[in-house]
């Protein structure tokens, strides 16, 4: 046999095993990687930080830092300053971005997760407050400025994650996400998801807006105080 007809044979066989060896791989990720419905109903950790969810009034808050007047458009271009707190602590600030819209109206887009009355240690209703993202009067939803990337673990969530492997954390968070889409996807467990996309002020220099919780878990801003110019 030449050396060339050895040569073949030999990127054949590694070929072959680097795909046997991916395969093995895959199989003991998939294995090794909980499903949503053994983590909902047979993670005790992750049930005990559900059970032990705060009841917020507060998740965060944003100010107008700027806004000008586009000399080639004419359009009204606003900079944001949008501040998330710590969960229980409203004063803690867990992130913080800048975004610029196109309007002096800024929508903010949130996806609400409800969990049932049973499933929080009080018995009273608990949520998720997810925000995804901002956007001007005069811009499309799909078009807004991204605060979280659907699937991401929130920072904010950061303890809940904690009771996850590191694997499962995708799996459990895309699961969450997913209730944007269908908002009765995990309604087996009690769980269902409402959009706070009507959340929308018109800003203006020098105030401070709250994102506060009203008792049916809806978002709404209010005006916290007005900061000296």
Known sequence: MNSKASGKILLTFLGLGAVIAAIILGLSFYLSTSTIHELLTTNHELSKAIKNLTDEEQIGYATLESQNVDETTGKVISTIRFVQTAVGAPREIVSEQRFTVEGEVVHFDALIV?????????????????????????????????????????????????????????????????????????????????????????????????????????????????LDN
């Open 114 to 226: 409800k969990f049932p009355d049973e499933s929080v240690t009080s018995g009273d209703k608990r949520a998720l407050y997810l925000w995804r993202r901002v956007y001007g009067e005069n811009t499309q939803p799909t078009q807004g400025e991204v605060i979280q990337q659907i699937g991401e673990s929130p920072e904010r969530y950061h303890a809940l994650s904690k009771t996850l492997k590191v694997r499962d954390r995708s799996v459990f968070w895309e699961a969450i996400w997913e209730l944007a889409n269908n908002p009765q996807a995990l309604s087996e467990y009690g769980i269902t998801a409402v959009y706070g996309n009507t959340i929308y002020t018109q800003m203006k220099a020098g105030a401070v807006y709250r994102f506060k919780i009203g008792p049916t878990g809806q978002i709404y801003p209010e005006v916290l105080r007005m």
